[in-house]
């Protein structure tokens, strides 16, 4: 199994039940980022490229893995970005449109701290998942002409160990791949980051 650590916290049940239940109506769209300032080094994991660096594959993928849960596999990507002297991409901003006719607008950067949070907006109202949104503690729901309702959800200290229990989970139960997080799911989100990365030109040394 892929370690996205995300998939596996409370915060994330709750947002999928949510808009299971259809409390915010379907999905318009999903506006997601996450930035950090990163120190220049480019020796250091981030930016160099022969360690697979750039803040698409570092941090982009929470951004991307969140729009694939809730909305699956895009129809059309759209995506650009300014690189780093290195050659890996410092700031990526992403546009996805889907098969339903819902978006996503995503970014990830090394430049400036950002938000870090999710919105997604449904026909009734919308969920915004509290920054940082990938392990956060909470969520506000606000649905057309109601007061807004806060939901904190739990987290264990930063949030590892609920993979760890999916993992204990999957060996009990004598499961090849879990069932939260399957392999064509891994598949498809790489594919989609192959995608992005062909699209602003990113190309690591030992592809060439």
């Known amino acids: 199994m892929e370690a996205i650590w995300t998939r596996f916290h409370p915060s994330i049940a709750k947002t999928l ?3 299971q239940s259809g409390k ?3 999905i318009v769209h999903i506006v997601a980022d996450f930035g950090f300032l990163a120190d220049y080094d480019e020796n250091a994991r981030l930016f160099n490229p022969a360690l697979t660096g750039g803040s698409l594959y570092d941090i982009g993928i929470y951004p991307l ?3 694939k849960l809730l909305l699956g596999n895009p129809k059309e990507i759209k995506a650009i970005a300014s690189m780093a002297p290195t050659g890996v991409d410092m700031n990526t901003s992403m546009a996805l449109s889907y098969q339903d006719g819902a978006m996503a607008s995503l970014f990830s950067t090394f430049g ?3 938000d870090t949070t999710c919105t997604i907006y449904g026909t009734k109202g ?3 998942l509290h920054s940082r949104f990938h392990e956060t503690k909470g969520m506000t729901i606000e649905i057309e002409g109601e007061a807004p309702e806060v ?3 739990e987290r264990h200290g930063w949030g590892y160990s609920y ?3 999916e993992v204990n989970e ?3 139960s004598g499961l090849t791949e879990s069932k939260k997080l399957p392999l064509q799911f891994s598949l498809e989100l790489m594919e989609i980051l192959c995608e992005i990365r062909k699209q602003i030109g990113l190309i690591y040394p030992q592809e060439k």
Do not use: D, H, N, P
Request: proline residues 0%; hydrophobic residues 45%; charged residues 35%.
């Open 17 to 19: 039940e949510v808009v």
């Open 24 to 26: 915010i109506g379907k």
């Open 65 to 67: 893995f969140i729009s």
């Open 112 to 114: 400036a701290k950002t």
């Open 126 to 128: 919308k969920i915004f």
């Open 151 to 153: 939901i904190e959800t």
């Open 163 to 165: 993979e760890i229990e």
């Open 170 to 172: 999957c060996l009990r």
